[in-house]
């Protein structure tokens, strides 16, 4: 086991408050929120079980552990909320100056699709 591994092995938790494992070193049982997303699940308002803590750009990384067994099936949206999301999504891509739908989102920056904004920067 390499110095920065055994930075980051504490399986009790005495050192960082939680069970901490490193990177890919957790053991069976546990997932993160994005890997209990991808099985249908959610972390149906367990507590933090631990975290796993890495090295990276900017320091010390973490990432945190739900109990698999303790996770609920994820709530699928309303037709209302399936709506609305559409509505936002059809909003970004609305040009404010020609009111054109566009294929892409508009830049926030721009405020106007690429065309108008192409109008505006060469008369």
Known sequence: MGRIRADFH?????RHGLPTYW??????????????RARGLCPGRQPIAAQILWA?????RAAYLYRLELARPKRPASR??????????TARRTCKRCGQVRGY??????????TCHDERSHP
């Open 105 to 114: 989102y508009i830049a926030r920056s721009f405020g106007e699709c690429l």
């Open 80 to 89: 209302a909320q399936l709506a609305a999301i559409r509505a936002a999504l």
């Open 23 to 36: 990177w890919r070193g957790a053991p069976e049982g546990f997932a993160t929120r994005r890997q209990l």
């Open 10 to 14: 504490d399986p009790e938790g005495d």
């Open 56 to 60: 990276g750009v900017g320091g010390v």
